[in-house]
């Protein structure tokens, strides 16, 4: 989820990219844009995609005919995760690329990043570790036992410790930290990026492109190994989502038009769309996520299906149905909350089943949407709140760190 999926807000910085007019025949490569609202609704979709798929941990959902429908639509939900990465690729190497060579630029980053991401996921670490443990109404004991290996968490190398837990049984669960996999591997991203940004020079989407392929062949591998635990979570076997972006944003720096992406886009899209579809419309578990087929299409169909709406959505027309729909207040403000709402949606979703549990018991038929919807609406509270009393505030002193470029951003151009 960002994930970050950590992408609720994004620096000021400047980018060629393509200006966003009703007459798609009319955008010009050297033009620069202000406000690409559809970004905010990709960010806004990805969260609540990923929030869906995890609302199935709402165990009180009856497995009768409409509540098998329902795990069957949510599960794809993953893929909420790679639309975070694709973006979030795309967004960090255009931030570099537009301040590259400015005064302070590397270390302003690496503070701006922190500021953004640092005070909510601290936050969350400690009160899970030293406070929730000692509160018995949380039901969590668990913590404690996994507090002996809480340095993987505060170091950024959850998804090392989530591969761990699933080579070991023994281990302590992760419980609640099963989501933070993704934030770790975003900030390892994060950490030395900037370094290959600046080894590559102008070099920058060839090399993006190669990583893509080393990455998919390695999880290929991976794949034909049987670990499918590892491919999902393993640094390496994950970036080409961070990759693909990146390769679109040097892209578009290096003054390529956009429309020669546009076509290819829209056949990449209903192809992704239809690798997913196999296990939605047939319910064979061979088409599902942790098969031989999900380790060696449907990663690589989310990492490009996810590029290819990213494409479309810097190309669309601002009076185009896409945008309108991508630009709806809902999904908006969604995006707006998205990394708190990825940070705590999961003991959130906890706390939610278990009072459903203790109050109502199972749920059939159209209730379960209500219930599910109920969750989702308590994640985005949950998320609103840190948004006012720790994101909002910690983003503040970002003043201190000034940047004077600027590049399109979801939501319009903000301060990097």
Known sequence: ????????????????????????????????????????????????????????????????????????????????????????????TSILLANRGEKGWLPTFYARRALRVLPLYYSVVFFCFWVAPYIPAFH?????????????????????????????????TVGWFSTFWS????????????????????????????????????RFYSGICGSDLLTYFHTVTRLDGLLLGSALAAYLKNGLPLEQLAKPSKYILPAAALAFGLQVFTGMPQFGRSTYYGQLVLYSASSWGCVALLVLALRAPATGLYSRCMNSSFLRFSGKLSFGMYVLNKPVLAGWALLVGAVAGP??????????????ALCMLAAWLSWICIEQPAMRLKRYFPTGSTVPQAGGVITN
């Open 183 to 218: 934030l770790a591997i975003e900030e390892q991203f994060y950490l030395v990026w900037p370094l290959a940004v600046i080894a590559s020079g102008r070099q920058l989407l060839r090399y993006s492109l190669l990583g893509v392929l080393i990455v998919t062949v390695m």
């Open 363 to 376: 749920v059939s038929g159209p209730f379960s949407l209500i219930l599910v919807a109920l969750g989702v």
């Open 140 to 172: 969590a004991g668990w913590l404690r036992e996994l507090s002996v290996d809480q340095l993987w968490y505060w170091l950024h190398g959850a998804n090392f410790r989530r591969i761990e837990s699933h080579m070991n049984p023994l281990i302590p």
């Open 1 to 92: 989820m960002q994930l970050q999926c950590d992408l609720s807000t994004i620096p000021k910085i400047s980018v060629p990219a393509v200006h966003v007019d009703a007459n798609p025949k009319s955008h010009s490569e050297s033009r620069s844009i202000a406000y690409i609202p559809a970004l905010d609704g990709l960010r806004g979709l990805a969260i609540l995609t990923v929030v869906l798929h995890h609302s199935m941990v709402i165990r009180v959902i009856e497995k009768d005919h409409f509540g098998k429908a329902i795990h069957a639509i949510f599960t794809p939900g993953w893929i909420g995760v790679d639309l975070f990465f694709v973006l979030s690729g795309f967004l960090i």
